[in-house]
C-alpha cells in the first residue's frame, strides 16, 4: 500500500499561501534546523512574519519545531527543519550533502551531464534494491514508492501507483542549480531499481510541475 498524508496535511499543502509555500521550500533547501531571524534575513521578511509562517507549517504536520542549541543565558533559541517529525532523520541530511558534491562535479566535467547522472542513478536504483521480489508491476512500482520515501521525497501515488506526486526533494537547491543532473540521477534510480526487480523501467519525471512538487509517472 502506498503511503500517503493525512487529510489534514493533504490539504495543508494544497492551501498553503504563496507566502507560506515560499517559506517551505526555503526550510526544505536547508539541510540543518533554522530558527525564524536566519529564515527572515534569507527571505526578506520581518521575523514575527517568519516566525509566524513557521508555526504555521508546524501546526499543519509540514515543519518540525525543536530547541537550538543554547547560546549564553536564557532559553536556547526554536529551531525549524521541514517535514512531519518522522521524517527528520539525519541519514537524509547526509545523502544530500554527498548527492550535492556529485552532482557539482557532473555538471562542471562530463562531456553529457544528463546521460552521466541517469547511468549512475539507474546503479544506485539496482543496488538499492537487490534480491527484492515483486510478483507484479504493481509490487514493483510500490516498492519504488516506499524507496523514495525512506530517501526523504513524501511520495504520494494513486491507487495503482501509476502517477506520484513527490512533495519533497532532499536535494532542491543543486536541483534547482543542476536540475538536468539531479533530476536525472533520480529518473536513473527509478528506472534502475524498476529494471532490477525485472519489471518496465519506463518512467518519467516532470520536475517542479506542481505547486506541491515534482510528477513522477510509471
Known amino acids: 500500500m502506498v503511503n500517503s498524508p493525512a487529510p489534514s496535511r493533504r490539504a495543508a499543502l494544497l492551501n498553503l499561501s504563496a507566502a507560506r509555500a515560499r517559506v517551505l521550500e526555503h526550510l526544505q533547501s536547508c539541510a540543518d534546523p533554522v530558527t525564524p531571524a536566519q529564515v527572515a534575513r534569507s527571505l526578506d521578511l520581518h521575523d514575527n512574519s517568519a516566525r509566524l509562517h513557521l508555526d504555521g507549517l508546524v501546526d499543519a504536520g ?29 541519514r537524509i541530511r547526509d545523502y544530500a550533502y554527498l548527492a550535492a558534491a556529485l552532482a557539482s ?36 512500482r510500490a516498492e519504488v514508492v516506499r524507496l523514495l520515501d525512506v530517501l526523504g521525497f513524501d511520495p504520494s501515488g494513486d491507487s495503482e501507483v501509476r ?8 536535494l532542491l537547491d543543486v536541483a534547482r542549480e543542476h536540475p538536468g543532473v539531479v533530476c536525472q540521477v533520480h529518473l536513473g534510480l527509478v528506472r534502475g ?10 518512467a518519467e519525471l516532470h520536475p517542479f510541475a506542481e505547486p506541491g512538487g515534482c510528477r513522477l509517472r510509471l
Not at 542549541?69 to 517529525?85: E, F, Q
Not at 566535467?109 to 543496488?127: F, M, Q
Not at 531499481?193 to 519506463?202: F, K, N, R, S, W
Open 62 to 90: 509540514l515543519a518540525v519545531r525543536r530547541p537550538g542549541v543554547p547560546a549564553g543565558r536564557g532559553r536556547p533559541p526554536m529551531t525549524y527543519l521541514s517535514g512531519a517529525p518522522q521524517d527528520a532523520d539525519p
Open 105 to 140: 562535479v557532473v555538471a562542471q566535467r562530463s562531456p553529457d551531464p544528463e546521460l552521466d547522472a541517469r547511468v549512475a542513478g539507474a546503479e544506485w536504483g539496482r543496488g538499492m534494491v537487490e534480491g527484492v521480489v515483486a510478483d507484479s508491476a504493481r509490487e514493483a
Open 163 to 170: 502517477s506520484v506526486l513527490l512533495r519533497r526533494c532532499p
Open 193 to 202: 531499481a524498476l529494471q532490477e526487480m525485472g519489471h518496465d523501467p519506463d
